[in-house]
């Protein structure tokens, strides 16, 4: 009689248990796959500062200005659920490049840009192409410090890759190509304008 009193509340004990079990297991919030987890966030506003170096040539010149710029950024992207991210971002750089030739010397003090962007994010890492509007000055001296500047619009073209470091700081490595449009100097008696390489990186604090 003892042996079929100790095998009952055996039995009654695994029960108790593994109905336990169910109840603590079935507690658990579903998992979703529309939501994954530490999914990497490119939506909203930034803003941001870059450093670089550019390079070019003066159209109708001998010219070739180059030196180290840098400048100030801010944007907006959209991002809707997918990797696909789109944005759009204006920039505006003070620029250390210059070249002198004979007795003509051609600088290029400050330009700007704004883009579109067009990117595809692996979370954290996101490869973009970008294009749009680009203006800036041209300044011409030659003998006597007779100097002239011209304001031009053009355009502009290049690609990125930008990381993300954390949820609000991300950094990025950027080409782009500039061509400001000529403009007939004086100086010069010739329609001069600059186009030029730029290689750059910044970071960015996003809100």
Known sequence: MSRIVLVAAALIAAVSSVQAADLYYGSRAPYTVNQPLNMYSWAGPYIGGNIGWDWGSVDNNPTKPSGFVGGVQAGYNWQNGSPWVFGIEGD?????ASDTFAPWKFSNPWFGTVRGRAGYALNNILFYGTAGLAFGE???QTFGGLTETH???GWTVGLGAEFGLAQNWSAKVEYLYVDLNDSNFTITGA?????????????NYHF
Do not use: E, I
Not at 92 to 96: D, T
Not at 191 to 203: D, K, T, W
């Open 191 to 203: 329609q001069n304008g600059y186009h030029f390489g730029l290689l750059r990186a910044g970071v």
């Open 151 to 153: 304001t031009n619009a």
């Open 92 to 96: 505006f750089q003070g620029n250390g």
């Open 138 to 140: 041209l300044s011409g």
